[in-house]
Each structure stands twice: as C-alpha cells, then as structure tokens.
C-alpha cells in the first residue's frame, strides 16, 4: 500500500513568501508564531484560489485599451461556473473569483487615476528568490511594469485577500509587499530598464488600491532586515504544528 503523502513539508532553512513576510513585519508577538510556523511546516496542499480573477485582471491592465468587457465577461463567466456542476471547492472558488473581478470594476478608475504613465505586461520570468539576513524571500511577480516615455522599469503583485483588517493595516502591509518588488526588481530587471520605485506596486483589488513603493524607503528596508534577522535567529527553534507527520 502506498505511503499517505504528508501533510507538511518540512523547510530546514529559513524561507518565507513576500506576504507572510509583510504580515510578520506588522503583526504581533503571538502572530508571528503562527507565521513562522507556517513558513517552517508548510501545507503539502495548497489551496490556491482567484485564479481566474488574476487572469482577467492581469490581461485588462496588460491591454492598453483597457477593454471594460474583458473583466466584465470575465464576471459573468465565474458566475456560471459557480452555478454549474463540479464540486463545492470549484463553485465557491469561482464565486469568489466573480466577487474579485466585480471588486476590481468597481475600483477601476481609482487604479488608472492613480497610475496613469504605467503599461503592465504579464511577468513570463522565473525569478530568482530575494535574500535578506539569511532568509530566502519567494516573490512571485505578476506584472511587468513600464513607462514607456521614460524607458524606466518595475513590477506589480495582485493582492487578493478578503481578510478583515483595518484601510491603514492594509496600506502599510501593500506598502511592505511594494518595497519587496522593488527590491526583487533592483536585482533582477535592470535588463529591462532602469528601475522606478514608483513603478514598483502591490495592487490590493478588495482594498480597492494602488501602493506602490514607499518614499521613505530606508526605514521600510530597515524593518525588512530587522524582521529577516530575527526571522533566521528563531527558525531552529521553531516547533512543528500538533498534527505534524513529516
């Protein structure tokens, strides 16, 4: 009889992605157990939801045109989905996907208000992770961003978390994430033009906002180094969840 795949993988080295990392720099003492722990003892199984909402919204902000219907049928095709056959996980996850791309209309003008000299392209590149005192950073890029008139350069992540928290949580855990893909980007799409902080965003689509790269970068990246060295410095002594089989 085959072996039960486990339920945890087991990370030896310090590793995080950009959002825990974000929520660590911000959360409290208790949190920030249960991220690292998270981090350390990762779910085998992931589940990855609002697929389809990426999809749509990334191929809208990639077309200059900005085509209305694009999000729209995008809509409308997740609420069949989740009124068709297939199981409760493939409903619900198509529901929220039609509830995230509705979001994403409503604010849409915001978004092109606020970012006005930005064209986005889907980000192709496998890049490589970001290293911060000791600790691996999984930074997965979106969109490429540019402004063409300049040749500058930079990159977005869709946030698409319905968590309750206050507008100025989110700000600041957007303002974390943007610092992260400005860094990301500072190492590895200088080929594609010189870097811009201000093309480098978290695009939070439930918060209904743009943040791009704090101005007072030095403290930001301060707290990331803070948070990354203590990150390293508790990892060996981090304890495995109650029902870790690995």
Request: proline content about 5%; glycine content about 6%.
């Amino acid at each position: 009889m085959a072996k039960a795949q486990p339920k945890y993988r087991f990370n030896p080295e310090p590793r995080i992605s950009a959002n825990q990392l974000a929520e660590y720099v911000l959360a409290s003492p208790t949190r920030r157990q249960s991220i690292l722990r998270n981090a350390k003892f990762s779910p085998t199984f992931l589940v990855i939801r609002y697929a389809a909402a990426k999809d749509a919204i990334c191929r809208y902000l990639s077309d200059d045109t900005r085509p209305l219907n694009t999000l729209i049928n995008a809509e409308v095709d997740q609420i069949q989905l989740s009124k068709a056959g297939g199981t409760a996980f493939q409903q619900n996850d198509a529901l929220l996907s039609a509830e995230a791309i509705k979001s994403f209309i409503a604010a849409r003008a915001g978004f092109q208000k606020a970012l006005p000299y930005a064209t986005f392209a889907p980000n192709t590149q496998s890049l490589p992770k970001l290293v911060k005192a000791g600790v691996e950073i999984s930074i997965r890029l979106d969109l490429v961003a540019r402004n063409n008139g300049k040749g500058t350069v930079g990159g977005a992540i869709l946030q698409l978390s319905k968590a309750v928290a206050s507008k100025s949580w989110r700000e600041d855990h957007s303002k974390v994430v943007a610092a992260l893909v400005w860094l990301l980007a500072s190492d590895h799409l200088t080929g594609l033009g010189t870097v811009d902080r201000k093309l480098c965003m978290a695009i939070d689509v439930f918060g209904g906002s743009a943040v791009t790269a704090p101005s007072n970068y030095k403290r930001v990246l301060n707290d990331l180094e803070a948070a990354c060295g203590e990150i390293a410095a508790l990892w060996p002594g981090i304890s495995p969840p109650a029902d870790y089989d690995g």
